[in-house]
């Protein structure tokens, strides 16, 4: 595997993604419940972005300073292409969060602990996805053509189902664990399991988190293979994952009050993926260049929101 980062970059960025958990865990809600305000949660989300531009301004300078303007250009647009591409398809994911915790009727200042279990999943299973990505792609190139047909066909089922009602109603999953897991009738705050009688007893939040972590894996699938038609940087991928995985529960909060207004960014999203496949599948004949490809995410997301935002001011 061909990667930019060296042993002391790798070290450097786990060190720097813990302290950063760390600082997500007890800052951006603290150790007791409390409903995360919208003003709280776009603060910390431009906080989140303005990290991960930080990010790309130091790894400019320093493949700048060791390699030439022209490599730095190039792995830096990697690097805000990849994050974008992963903070767009983030958005998908905030909004099924949005939808079981709805479900189950979680109230907004129980919602934290989920989040913070789900965040520290998705980051501990992209890890090892990525890596494994990336060794197979090394090996097996063809995988990419998978990889491509993947995305190309998720997002024309996208496309074509974006308008059907989601419901957890008919959800195998969810009927397995009801029939399967002592449930409580009501929450216990934010307790997952309780002892009663002797006998375990698991809440209903219990299994809001089984079911975000299973949407995790499921927009894993998803995203990771995205990355991989920018660039097979294992240091590239795995970084533009991890920054736009950081903010995502700040941007969760931001979202979550404003969800019907972006009714249309679905198709948006369902456009980058199909995007992101044909490039892929075309990569051996048609290289299209790391800039276009950003301008061609970006254009697509932008044009997305503020059609959503036209959209729900007509209907208004």
Known sequence: METIGTWWMWAGFVAFVLVMIAVDLYLLGGKE???VSFREAAVWSALWVGVS???????WFYLDATAGAEFANLKTTEFLTGYLIEKALAVDNVFVWLMIFTYFSIPAEMQRRVLIYGILGAIALRTVLIFAGAILIARFHWILYLFGAFLLITGIK???FA???GSLDDNPLLRWIRR???LTSSLHGERFAILEGGKRWFTPLFVVLVMVAISDVIFAVDSIPAIFAITTDPFIVLTSNIFAILGLRAMY???AGFAERFALLKYALALVLVFIGTKMLIVDWVKI??????GVVAAIITTGMLASLWHSRKRI
């Open 180 to 182: 399967h897991v002592p």
């Open 53 to 59: 531009l930080s990010f790309a301004a130091l790894l």
């Open 289 to 294: 260049p790391i800039s276009i490809s950003l």
């Open 253 to 255: 909060f931001m979202l």
């Open 163 to 165: 308008d059907a009602a």
């Open 33 to 35: 419940s409390h409903r």
């Open 158 to 160: 996208m496309l074509m």
